[in-house]
Nanobody, 124 residues
Framework: QVQLVESGGGLVQAGGSLRLSCAAS????????IGWFRQAPGKEREFVAG????????DYPNSVKGRFTISRDNAKNTAYLQMNSLKPEDTAVYYC?????????????????WGQGTQVTVSS
């Protein structure tokens, strides 16, 4: 059983940056794929970044590619999402998720564990 806790959300002006953290406990963090997702009010939850257990493979949708960077520190059982050049449309609750066998980062059902989310608000 892996427990995930996100932190680092907050209010930032458009063009600013935030770094989200996802701290894991229990289980074997280093053997889990990690995904970041977000859900804006009235919208479905969507994928924003994924990283393989080794960190060698990452993926992003076009909406955040070049602005967001996912990384992980297996020694600290923590994953990160660096978000730069933030836009008002990035406003959402951000969730991290973990799974042992994630063949497609975009598929939410592939992730077994989810955090409670952290709010990111980008003002214009």
């Amino acid at each position: 059983q892996v427990q995930l806790v996100e932190s680092g959300g907050g209010l930032v002006q458009a063009g600013g940056s935030l770094r989200l953290s996802c701290a894991a406990s229990g289980g074997t963090f280093s053997r889990n794929f990690i995904g970041w997702f977000r859900q804006a009010p009235g919208k479905e939850r969507e994928f924003v970044a994924g990283i393989s257990w080794s960190g060698a493979n990452t993926d992003y949708p076009n909406s955040v590619k070049g602005r967001f960077t996912i990384s992980r520190d297996n020694a600290k059982n923590t994953a990160y999402l660096q978000m730069n050049s933030l836009k008002p449309e990035d406003t959402a609750v951000y969730y991290c998720a973990a799974g042992f066998s994630v063949l497609d980062f975009y598929v939410q059902g592939a992730y077994e564990y989810w955090g409670q989310g952290t709010q990111v608000t980008v003002s214009s």
